[in-house]
């Protein structure tokens, strides 16, 4: 799928600037292909390590787009979240702040099992929390979560899960794609607010499908989601945004990606980051052909690009003075 985003903008785009994209055979070894100026890829595990280390070595002028260690630091849904904290605050936005939202992970399936009618909190969590898989890999699996209600619902998870509080947002969320230095933030429709009148109603879990039928008849049957206009929500100051960004971009050493934001309704001014995705559908982005085509040509060009310094068995950003890139540190590889 992500490959053939890329194969659409071929015609109008990527060809008028001279850029080719051949999709590389993943049943034949990478160093008996190409050569390529850019490896751009969504594949992961020690043996296409193996085969990267080797290409770059038979092709060390090749661009490798990004580093799989770096890329499947977001397929554990703790340590995704866990790189916000290496975020400096915006210096110039007082008013603003963001986080997290409060969450646990539970290896073992004993601790689900509580035997008391406690339902105001769990591991230090208020309820409702939302249960998600502990792996983010992409796969359906992956992607099932319930909201729970009380430890009753606690019954049909599987560990590890990690738990989430729940936080009311406005039934808005913001999506902010990230290519390079490039920046775009959006905003979609998410799951209704719940009203804590009715919290002490609400015993047991809902899977995601189910979340419309909680506050109303009115909202049953998607009308909710239909009733909502994304233009009456305010959207997240652009210097927090475009902050979160760099500071992600810094942190995670990667070049595409893009992370979901909330707005703490309680708070008003603090945002929290709730989900982050290696490659997502860049076609949902508005203007994206344009966007990926700029960073393709910054990166041929030198100007922005990732590869291994095959000497040292390190992976280190290219500035335009063909060095180090002015804000990326070398994390050493050498056990990966």
Same mark, same amino acid.
């Given at each position: 799928m992500w490959f053939r985003q890329l194969t659409l903008l071929a015609p109008n785009h990527t060809k008028q600037r001279g850029i080719d994209l051949i999709k590389i055979d993943s049943d034949k070894p990478l160093v008996d292909q190409g050569p390529f100026d850019c490896v751009l890829h969504k594949l992961y595990g020690e043996e296409w390590r193996n085969q990267l280390r080797q290409y770059v070595v038979s092709n060390p002028s090749s661009v490798v787009i990004d580093f799989p260690d770096a890329i499947e630091r977001l397929h554990n849904r703790i340590s995704m979240l866990d790189v916000v904290s290496e975020i400096d605050e915006v210096e110039d936005d007082v008013t603003s702040s963001f986080g997290v939202p409060k969450q646990v992970v539970v290896y073992e399936p004993e601790k689900l099992k509580v035997e008391d009618?406690?339902?105001?909190?769990?591991?230090?969590?208020?309820?409702? +929390?939302?249960?998600?898989?502990?792996?983010?890999?992409?796969?359906?699996?992956?992607?099932?979560?319930?909201?729970?209600?009380?430890?009753?619902?606690?019954? !049909?998870?599987?560990?590890?899960?990690?738990?989430?509080?729940?936080?009311?947002?406005?039934?808005?969320?913001?999506?902010?794609?990230?290519?390079?230095?490039?920046?775009?933030?959006?905003?979609?429709?998410?799951?209704?607010?719940?009203?804590?009148?009715?919290? !002490?109603?609400?015993?047991?879990?809902?899977?995601?499908?189910?979340?419309?039928?909680?506050?109303?008849?009115?909202?049953?049957?998607?009308?909710?989601?239909?009733?909502?206009?994304?233009?009456?929500?305010?959207?997240?100051?652009?210097?927090?945004?475009?902050?979160?960004?760099?500071?992600?971009?810094?942190?995670?050493?990667?070049?595409?990606?893009?992370?979901? +934001?909330?707005?703490?309704?309680?708070?008003?001014?603090?945002?929290?980051?709730i989900d982050i995705n290696y490659f997502p559908g860049y076609a949902k982005m508005p203007g994206y052909e344009s966007v990926l085509t700029d960073f393709f040509w910054d990166v041929l060009n030198k100007k922005e690009a990732r590869s291994f310094n095959c000497d040292k068995e390190l992976m280190k950003l290219v500035g335009n003075n063909g060095g180090y890139g002015d804000d990326t540190e070398c994390p050493d590889v050498s056990s990966a």
């Open positions: 009618d406690e339902t105001a909190s769990f591991e230090g969590l208020k309820f409702p +929390v939302i249960a998600k898989p502990l792996v983010a890999d992409g796969s359906a699996k992956s992607h099932k979560m319930l909201l729970i209600f009380s430890t009753e619902g606690f019954d !049909e998870l599987k560990t590890p899960t990690v738990l989430q509080e729940f936080v009311n947002h406005g039934g808005m969320i913001f999506k902010v794609y990230v290519v390079g230095k490039y920046v775009k933030c959006v905003k979609r429709k998410s799951l209704p607010d719940i009203d804590e009148e009715k919290l !002490e109603s609400l015993h047991g879990s809902l899977s995601f499908s189910q979340i419309s039928n909680l506050t109303s008849d009115e909202r049953n049957d998607d009308k909710y989601y239909k009733m909502m206009d994304t233009e009456d929500a305010a959207m997240p100051p652009m210097s927090l945004i475009t902050n979160m960004a760099s500071g992600l971009r810094k942190a995670m050493k990667l070049h595409l990606f893009n992370f979901d +934001v909330i707005r703490d309704t309680k708070v008003g001014n603090r945002y929290l980051v």
